[in-house]
T-cell receptor
Framework: AQSVTQPDIHITVSEGASLELRCNYS??????LFWYVQSPGQGLQLLLK??????LVQGIKGFEAEFKRSQSSFNLRKPSVHWSDAAEYFC?????????????FGTGTLLAVQP | DTAVSQTPKYLVTQMGNDKSIKCEQN?????MYWYKQDSKKFLKIMFS???????INETVPNRFSPKSPDKAHLNLHINSLELGDSAVYFC?????????????????FGAGSRLTVL
């Protein structure tokens, strides 16, 4: 069965420090992978996506993610975190079944940023 | 202009009542979805519609009835509300649901509708 695991429920980093949020997926075929961010009281915003090609993908707000097939991972990184990055981050895998396309989400990682 | 808009943003109601949440998208997308986010922030798909046709119904109680009058609108009606229905409901849309994979799964989400059942 398809699934997404985000091992870290909550992470705290200092402003200016680097960040890595972990994501592991389980999917039988080549996955389509996504990272979304949810700021407090807001909807989900797409940060970046991986469909094929270069395994290092760049997104908005200075985020990047690397697809590693051998590790079934799609970790999100940022070299220097800003206070405005505090939010909930969701990794997701796109699932196809003919006409039934949907996203399966991980349980999210809550990022707190210390001044 | 908001791409995917939901109303109301907040809804507080008593058990047993019936309520609706409306969703509209102005992106020209063919496919629309309802996702439920529970108190632990877990997001799970409930329904998807493609050009007004129901495509996905993920074992949701039949008290929940989606309705799509046209491909730009997908409303969610809930009958006989229960305490466990309290959640944030997100509407989303995507370009298309079949054919090329490249655009189909890029979902645009609304801001969510927080339902509280007392």
């Amino acid at each position: 069965a398809q699934s997404v695991t985000q091992p870290d429920i909550h992470i705290t980093v200092s402003e200016g420090a680097s960040l890595e949020l972990r994501c592991n997926y389980s999917y039988g075929a080549t996955p389509y992978l996504f990272w979304y961010v949810q700021s407090p009281g807001q909807g989900l915003q797409l940060l970046l996506k991986y469909f094929s090609g270069d395994t290092l993908v760049q997104g908005i707000k200075g985020f990047e993610a690397e697809f590693k097939r051998s590790q079934s991972s799609f970790n999100l990184r940022k070299p220097s975190v800003h206070w405005s990055d505090a939010a909930e981050y969701f990794c997701a895998v796109g699932v196809y079944g003919g006409a039934t396309n949907k996203l399966i989400f991980g349980t999210g990682t809550l990022l707190a940023v210390q001044p | 202009d908001t791409a995917v808009s939901q109303t109301p943003k907040y809804l507080v109601t008593q058990m047993g009542n019936d309520k609706s949440i409306k969703c509209e998208q102005n992106l020209g997308h063919d496919t629309m979805y309802w996702y439920k986010q529970d108190s632990k922030k877990f997001l799970k798909i409930m329904f998807s519609y493609n050009n007004k046709e129901l495509i996905i119904n993920e074992t949701v109680p039949n008290r929940f009835s989606p309705k799509s009058p046209d491909k730009a609108h997908l409303n969610l009606h809930i009958n006989s509300l229960e305490l466990g229905d309290s959640a944030v409901y997100f509407c989303a849309s995507s370009p298309r649901t079949s054919g090329s994979r490249s655009g189909a799964n890029v979902l645009t989400f609304g801001a969510g509708s927080r339902l509280t059942v007392l």
